[in-house]
């Protein structure tokens, strides 16, 4: 059974990145579930709009919510005592790619706080 929580969070995500004015890669969304494990992924990508395939500047982000989470949320949400909260992990990856000349890393860095 696919929860709705996931989805919720992968939905908040989509509205995020596209009410930035960013644009999908649609051939890059994968969504993967471990059948014997049970943990659930989603991985997609953004980029600038107009930049064409693959763009020079893109966001690859990865949701994960393992096993352990989807347990601890289901206990939490029937009132059950739980070790550890409830999470989903995620992984943000900036890549930027094709530029004329290598960028300063200072100014990227500080771009990025």
Do not use: C
């Amino acid at each position: 059974m696919l929860d709705h929580v996931f989805t919720d969070a992968i939905g908040a995500l989509r509205d995020a990145f596209e009410g930035a004015m960013l644009e999908r890669q649609a051939f890059e969304e994968r969504f993967n579930m471990d059948m014997l494990l049970g943990d659930m992924t989603w991985e997609t990508t953004y980029g600038l709009p107009g930049e064409g395939i693959p763009p020079r500047v893109q966001a690859d982000l990865t949701l994960t919510w393992p096993t352990w989470a989807q347990t601890a949320y289901r206990s939490w949400y029937i009132g059950e005592s739980f070790d550890e909260a409830p999470r989903i992990d995620i992984e943000l990856v900036l890549r930027v790619q094709r530029l004329s000349s290598a960028p300063d890393p200072a100014a990227l860095i500080a771009a990025l706080r």
